[in-house]
C-alpha cells in the first residue's frame, strides 16, 4: 500500500506561487541532453508518493520524485551534470561569493543526511554522495527554474552523483522539504504515482488462473 499524502500535507508542501509544469503549451523547446534513464516501476514502497517527468527552460531534461518517512519529506531532482559548474575559476568565484554572503547574512547551506527512500536512481551505478562547491549551483538553478522554492534564507541539499545504465552523466540533487513537522521548503511539481507492474502482472495471472480453472 503505498503512502498519500492528504491534502492538508500536500498544501503544506505545495506552493501556489510557483508555476506548475502541468499546464498545456505550445512552445517547443529542444532538449540538450539526453534524458535520464531512471526506474519507475521496482521496489515501489510506502515511501514513494509519486514521481514527474520534464524540460526546464534551458533545455535541460529532468526527473523529480518525492518520498517520506514519519519525520522527513524529501524531494530529489535527477538530471544531467551541468558539466559547465566544475570549471575552476568559476566554481572558486561562485564559492567566494556564497562564503562572503553566508558570512554577512549568517546564512548556511547545511548537508542533507543521505536519507534517500527515493527509486528513480535504481539500476544506476553510484558514484557517491557531495557537499561540494556545486552544490550551490544546483540548488540555486533549482530555485531559478521554480522547482523548489525554500521557506528561510537557509537552505539545504546534497548531490549525489551517478551514471546511468545509457553511461550519462548524472546528478541527484536532495533536498529535505520537511523534517520534524518543519516545513523547510516547498515545491509545486505536479506528481503522478508509481505503478506496480509487477502487482499488475500477477494479477493478470490470477484472473488467468481462474479462467482456466473454470
Not at 151 to 179: C, F, M, P, Q, W
Amino acid at each position: 500500500m503505498l503512502y498519500i499524502l492528504d491534502e492538508k500535507e500536500l498544501s503544506e508542501l505545495i506552493d501556489a506561487s510557483v508555476p506548475n509544469y502541468s499546464t498545456n503549451s505550445k512552445e517547443y523547446r529542444e532538449i540538450k541532453y539526453d534524458f535520464p534513464v531512471c526506474n519507475h516501476t521496482n521496489c515501489i514502497g510506502k515511501h514513494n508518493i509519486g514521481y514527474t517527468q520534464g524540460i526546464l527552460a534551458d533545455g535541460t531534461p529532468f526527473e523529480a520524485e518525492i518520498s517520506k518517512t514519519d519525520d522527513i519529506t524529501v524531494l530529489q531532482v535527477i538530471m544531467p551534470v551541468k558539466y559547465e559548474y566544475y570549471d575552476e575559476e568559476l566554481m572558486q568565484k561562485k564559492n567566494d561569493m556564497q562564503e562572503k554572503f553566508n558570512e554577512e547574512n549568517d546564512i548556511r547551506l547545511p548537508p542533507l543526511e543521505n536519507v534517500d527512500y527515493g527509486i528513480l536512481t535504481i539500476g544506476m551505478q553510484s558514484i557517491g554522495y557531495s557537499i561540494d562547491p556545486t552544490l550551490y549551483m544546483y540548488v540555486e538553478y533549482l530555485e531559478e527554474n521554480n522547482i523548489v522554492k525554500f521557506t528561510s534564507e537557509v537552505r539545504n541539499g546534497s548531490l549525489h552523483y551517478l551514471v546511468d545504465s545509457a553511461g550519462n552523466d548524472i546528478v541527484g540533487i536532495l533536498i529535505t522539504l520537511k523534517e520534524d513537522g518543519e516545513i523547510l521548503a516547498r515545491t509545486e511539481l505536479v506528481l503522478k504515482p508509481f505503478i506496480d507492474k509487477s502487482k499488475k502482472r500477477n494479477a493478470l495471472l490470477d484472473i488467468k488462473q481462474e479462467v482456466e480453472d473454470e
